[in-house]
Nanobody
């Protein structure tokens, strides 16, 4: 599975941004997908994940109520709608795929895309 993230940029605190991840996979619906982020000097952390059909999802406590993950299994796309952005959300965001979204929440992914930088100014 090849994953290509896009949509990062500079946004003011309180603003919104939508990240996209295009997946090149013949069996996209065989994979749960998720988003992770890594801030400078910090470890990569889990942000959100959704199940293969999109009916189940998991979020990190730090983004609950502000971020929403979704997927389009026709277009082979994954999205992360981010709202109420804070300076501490500044990071490189990565999309990832694996067989189970609960395992993605444990950072157990089989495939990783390249990152897209999100910078939130105060």
């Amino acid at each position: 599975v090849q994953l290509q993230a896009s949509g990062g940029g500079l946004v003011q605190a309180g603003g919104s941004l939508r990240l996209s991840c295009a997946a090149a996979a013949r069996t996209f619906t065989s994979y749960a997908v998720g988003w992770f982020r890594q801030a400078p000097g910090k470890e990569r952390e889990f942000v959100a994940a959704t199940s293969r059909g999109g009916s189940g999802s998991r979020y990190a406590d730090s983004v609950k109520g502000r971020f929403t993950i979704s997927r389009d299994n026709v277009k082979n796309m994954v999205y992360l709608q981010m709202g109420g952005l804070k300076p501490e959300d500044t990071a490189v965001y990565y999309c990832a795929a694996g067989p189970d979204y609960n395992n993605l929440a444990l950072k157990r992914a089989d495939y990783w895309g390249q990152g897209t930088l999100v910078t939130v100014s105060s």
